[in-house]
């Protein structure tokens, strides 16, 4: 009986199958808008500009490159880390009353994250230090 109810549900499935076309009928009606495109030409720019700026600063395309990445980490790596650190300490707290297996799994995701979090914050200042500091 499940052999035929299983059956039965897979053919449904591939009859039910249909095309959908997607067709833009109305040019108002543009996926991006012109106002869009002229804040992402003008975001693109600004970005470019802070590039060139990093590599004018540390003398090299290649310096200045690893300095924009690793700056870009550290803005970034602050609100994924508290969003980790909030989900471990759900794991910890919450969820491991009942069970220690997660307590465990929740604390030592908040150690690695934290670990993380202070590696991303700290590695650009040991870039700047050594390239600058060193090199020259």
Same mark, same amino acid.
């Given at each position: 009986m499940r052999k035929a109810i299983a059956v039965f549900? &897979? &053919? &449904?499935s591939i009859l039910s199958i249909s095309s959908v076309y997607a067709t833009n009928t109305n040019i108002e009606d543009e996926i991006i808008s012109n106002e869009?495109?002229?804040q992402l030409v003008e &975001?693109? %720019? #600004? %970005? =470019? #500009?802070? =590039?060139? *700026? +990093?590599?004018? =600063? +540390? #003398?090299? *395309?290649? +310096?200045g490159l690893v300095a924009y990445i690793l700056d870009r980490v550290r803005i970034y790596s602050i609100p994924i880390g508290f969003l980790g650190i909030a989900v471990s300490a759900i794991y910890q707290y919450v969820i491991g009353i009942r069970k220690l297996d997660v307590r465990d799994k929740g604390f030592s995701a908040m150690i690695g994250i934290v670990t993380l979090l202070i590696i991303c914050q700290i590695l650009p200042l040991i870039f700047a230090i050594v390239v600058k500091g060193w090199r020259g």
């Open positions: 549900f &897979i &053919i &449904i869009t495109k002229s &975001i693109k %720019e #600004n %970005e =470019l #500009n802070s =590039l060139k *700026d +990093y590599q004018v =600063l +540390y #003398n090299s *395309d290649t +310096y």
